[in-house]
């Protein structure tokens, strides 16, 4: 069993930044991609971000060239730097393999961005 418990969310203006961290109770970012997932209300989860064992990324269309994927091991810990943040980034953002595993959902952590 893998606990993953996401942080750094917040309150943000447009416009701003936030980095949200993902923490693994044990080493699984070695061995399997990850990623980064949102949940908007009213809305399906999606993929905004991932990142394979061998620190290759992709990332959704809405996202890119303003969020930024990256891990440390060491630390079990994926990271996902949001810059330029718009209101349709409001979500509850979450981590896991990529694919998912049912399991491995965690708690998430909000993200709003408004005024």
């Known amino acids: 069993q893998v606990l993953l418990v996401e942080s750094g969310g917040g309150l943000v203006q447009p416009g701003g930044s936030l980095r949200l961290s993902c923490a693994a109770s044990?080493?699984?970012?070695?061995?399997?991609?990850m990623g980064w997932y949102r949940q908007a209300p009213g809305k399906q989860r999606e993929l905004v971000a991932g990142?394979?064992?061998?620190?290759?990324?992709n990332y959704a269309d809405s996202v890119k060239g303003r969020f930024t994927i990256s891990r440390d091991i060491a630390k079990n810990t994926v990271y996902l730097q949001m810059n330029s943040l718009t209101a349709e980034d409001t979500a509850v953002y979450y981590c896991?393999?990529?694919?998912?595993?049912?399991?491995?959902w965690g708690q998430g952590t909000q993200v709003t961005v408004s005024s």
């Open positions: 990142i394979t064992s061998g620190s290759s990324t």
């Open positions: 896991n393999k990529d694919p998912p595993n049912l399991s491995f």
């Open positions: 044990r080493s699984i970012f070695r061995l399997y991609p």
